[in-house]
């Protein structure tokens, strides 16, 4: 009986079909954009190689910028990355991780129905709901910018926001523990997502433990993991966060003392823009649910005060925390609304609940079509145009195809970022220009990278000094991809 009820479902049965249908979509443009060369050593190659690692016996070991073996705890605790790490016995592909991480993503439009069947009361709003989780332009750009264990989370704590809600305390245990996998700061959002449980249900003991939980977490993976692992933490830190501190504490310190720094940077033009950006597809809704909001704080305040540009752009990973909470939020707060008896014209223009529901998925395809990932009407876009070119091959990831091709799977490489994101699943994978033990070098003189930067002037620096060496031959070169190889025949 209960298999027929889900069956006659329809509204369940419509969300699982666009989750479907999303999913499609967009594990075929990220296996686009990654058949185009546009993914890179990183961070989908740092990634690759960690899960490649892991599925063959080094847990989460990776090759880091100085050529070492490392640990991937000592840059972030996101051993998340586990879950993927059967698809690696299967191949060396990355192609069925970016299909996992799309179906996983998608998997949130079903919690997301659920809450707001719950607070709505309307199966077309709910049905809106989940659209408005998979229309939401940050989330889509988490999906197509290569792989990233915090964008696995982000469905997960969608997950748990329904589990607190409907107080499913073993469901929202292990949402939640695995979701704190994904990053070491997630913690911080966890955490007041159990202040919520406490103001909203009363359930002191329950919201405590999360909470509690999840700080004790995030304090253990900065203050304990991460050192102890070999971390290579510090110069990306102080890269994002150095007008504060070149460590997470110093950091912390310097932003408290330095308040009006911090008021400056976050109220210039290009912060605010990201949280327009933010706000604008879901209608500022978020802001009329604001504790349950204010679980996005963290990372967003993250984000705001960094220096690296991507972490304030919603065309990277960097919103995916924030996401599930000012999604879910915006259910909440468009219920509460709906609730109100006061002003009138407000309760007459949200009783209709179709026309509501049209308005929230019209904001939803309005965000995807001008801020999103999807290259739908290029000329009313306001994305970034070079991301939105990402997905078409084109003849040369032909010639980086052919090049690549000639690098035996076990030998040691060194690749420029563009290059590494397809040559990561090996015990060493150096990034150029760091050569050491290379047996073979592969760069790309019309991306050039290095490390992670286009630096075209210290790229030709380093490949005139890799040319000039006497133990390296070059054995292929057309239309700017050259491949080097170590002459004695390391690496076969």
């Known amino acids: ?53 892991t599925a063959h016996g080094d847990f989460l070991m990776a090759t880091n910028a100085a050529g070492e073996q490392a ?14 790490v059967p698809l690696q016995w299967i191949t060396d592909s990355a192609v069925p991780l970016l299909v996992a991480q ?33 229309l939401y332009a940050p989330i889509q750009w988490a999906v197509v910018t290569d792989l990233h264990a915090v964008t696995l989370a982000a469905p997960l704590l969608m997950l748990a926001i329904w589990a607190a809600e409907v107080r499913n305390d073993w469901v929202l245990g292990v949402a939640a523990a695995l979701a704190l996998m994904g990053k070491e700061q997630v913690g911080l959002a966890v955490a007041i997502l159990g202040v919520w449980i406490i103001v909203r249900q009363r ?11 999840s700080l004790a977490w995030t304090l253990i993976a900065v203050l304990v993991i991460i050192p102890a692992a070999g971390t290579d933490l510090p110069r990306p830190f ?37 949280l ?40 990277f990973h960097y919103a995916a925390v924030p996401s599930p909470f000012l999604v879910a939020a915006a259910m ?71 090049a690549a091709a000639l690098i035996p799977a076990d030998a040691v490489v060194s690749a420029g970022n563009g290059a590494g994101g397809h040559l990561s699943a090996r015990r060493r994978a150096l990034v150029f220009p760091e050569v050491g033990d290379a047996a073979w070098v592969i760069v790309d003189r019309t991306r050039p990278d290095v490390f992670d930067r286009l630096d075209p002037a210290g790229f030709t620096y380093w ?11 070059l054995v292929f070169d057309r239309d700017g991809v050259m491949v080097f190889r170590r002459v004695g025949g390391q690496g076969g």
Not at 71 to 84: F, I, T, Y
Not at 106 to 126: E, I, N, Q, T
Not at 344 to 352: A, G, H, I, Q, V
Not at 394 to 401: I, K, N, R, Y
């Open 1 to 53: 009986m209960r298999r027929w009820r889900l069956v006659r479902d329809l509204p369940l049965t419509l969300v699982l079909v666009l989750a479907t249908t999303w999913a499609a979509l967009f594990s075929w443009l990220s296996v686009a954009r990654h058949e185009g060369w546009w993914t890179g050593r990183f961070d989908l190659g740092n990634m690759v190689q960690a899960i490649w690692s």
């Open 71 to 84: 640990s991937r705890l000592g840059s972030h605790v996101d051993p998340l990355l586990v879950v993927l």
């Open 102 to 134: 799309a179906v996983i993503v998608a998997a949130g439009a079903v919690p997301a129905f659920l809450l707001g069947r719950r607070w709505l009361g309307d199966d077309r709003l709910a049905v809106a709901g989940a659209l408005m989780w998979l």
């Open 203 to 213: 359930r002191w003991i329950a919201g405590a433990v999360l909470s509690v939980a």
């Open 238 to 274: 102080s890269e994002r966060f150095g007008r504060f501190g070149d460590t997470p504490s110093q950091a912390l310190v310097g932003a408290l003392s330095q308040p009006l720094e911090v008021i400056t940077t976050i109220g210039g033009w290009q912060r605010l823009s990201y």
């Open 276 to 315: 327009l950006a933010l706000l604008l597809p879901l209608l500022f809704l978020p802001l009329f649910a604001p504790l349950l909001a204010a679980a996005a704080l963290p990372d967003l305040l993250l984000n705001m005060l960094a220096d690296w540009w991507p972490n304030h752009s919603i065309e």
């Open 332 to 402: 909440l707060g468009l219920a509460g609304l709906r609730r109100r008896s006061r002003p009138e014209w407000l309760r007459r223009m949200l009783r209709p609940a179709g026309a509501v529901a049209l308005v929230l998925v019209g904001a939803g395809v309005l965000g995807t079509v001008v801020t999103g990932p999807v290259p739908i009407a290029p000329s009313l876009s306001r994305a970034t145009e070079s991301r939105l070119q990402q997905y078409r091959p084109g003849p040369h990831a032909g010639v980086l195809d052919e």
């Open 463 to 473: 490949l005139d000094r890799l040319r000039a060496r006497g133990d390296f031959r």
